[in-house]
C-alpha cells in the first residue's frame, strides 16, 4: 500500500505486481495527489490470492491464521489451505515471529481508513507467471469474473466504506455485463485491459499511464 492523508491506494491480488509498481510509482502518485506518500506492508502485497479468497478473508477479517500449524508448506511458502492464499514471498521460521510480522500488517491494512480517498486494485496480468510458479503446487483461480468482482467490491465496501475497485486484466471481460453492475447499489468497478500479459513485476509504462488516469 501507498497512502497519504488524502490517498492510499492498496493491491486486493491476485499477486504480487500491483504492489511493486505502486512502490516504482509512489512519487509519481505523491505529485499527482499532491501530497506525500509513504509506503506500507498489507495482507495482499506479497501474497498469491484468487478473487474468492481476498473476498472471504476481507469479510471473515482473517489475513493468517493464528495457529500455524494450519499452514502446509512448499520449499518453505507458508499455505493456508483455508483460503487458499499462499504467503508467496514469506518463510515460515521462528512461528512467533512470523505472527508478529503478520499482526503488524493487518494493522497497517486498518489504517487505509485513515485515507479520505481509497482505491483497490486487483491485477491479473501477470497471470501466466503465476500459473507457471505454481504448476506444481495447489494453485489459485487466476480468472476475473463480474459475480467474484462484485462480491469483492462489496466486501471492500462493508470493510471500508465508500472505495474504487479497479481490475487491471488483458481479459476481454468487459464483454458480458451482468445486470447487477447496471443497476447495482456501488459505484461501476473500473477496468483498465492490458493489451498484454506480463511477468510478474509488470510493463511499468503502462502501470505510470493507469496511475496518471486514476489518481487525479
Not at 83 to 98: A, S, V
Request: aromatic share 10%; hydrophobic share 40%.
Amino acid at each position: 500500500m501507498i497512502a497519504g492523508e488524502r490517498l492510499a491506494i492498496a493491491s486486493v491480488g491476485i499477486s504480487c505486481t500491483a504492489a511493486y509498481q505502486m512502490n516504482l510509482h509512489i512519487d509519481t502518485v505523491g505529485s499527482l495527489a499532491h501530497e506525500d506518500m509513504v509506503h506500507r506492508a498489507t495482507p495482499f502485497d506479497w501474497q498469491l490470492c484468487g478473487v474468492a479468497s481476498a473476498t472471504m478473508m476481507i469479510t471473515a477479517g482473517a489475513y493468517y491464521p493464528e495457529d500455524t500449524g494450519e499452514l502446509t508448506h512448499t520449499e518453505h511458502r507458508p499455505h493456508w489451505p483455508r483460503y487458499g492464499n499462499h504467503f508467496w514471498h514469506d518463510r515460515l521460521g521462528e512461528p512467533e515471529e512470523w505472527l508478529a510480522k503478520q499482526r503488524h500488517v493487518v494493522e497497517n491494512w486498518w489504517r487505509i481508513r485513515e485515507s479520505r480517498r481509497k482505491i483497490f486494485i486487483c491485477s491479473n496480468v501477470a497471470e501466466k507467471s503465476v500459473v507457471r510458479a505454481l504448476l506444481d503446487r495447489e494453485g489459485i483461480d487466476t480468472r476475473f469474473e463480474w459475480e467474484g468482482l462484485v462480491d469483492l467490491q462489496e466486501a471492500l465496501w462493508k470493510e471500508f466504506g465508500p472505495c474504487e475497485l479497479h481490475v487491471v486484466t488483458a481479459q476481454d471481460i468487459l464483454a458480458v455485463r451482468p445486470s447487477i453492475l447496471l443497476v447495482g447499489k456501488r459505484p461501476p468497478i473500473q477496468i483498465h485491459r492490458f493489451d498484454h500479459r506480463s511477468n510478474w513485476q509488470g510493463d511499468t509504462p503502462s502501470w505510470g499511464k493507469l496511475f496518471q488516469k486514476i489518481v487525479p
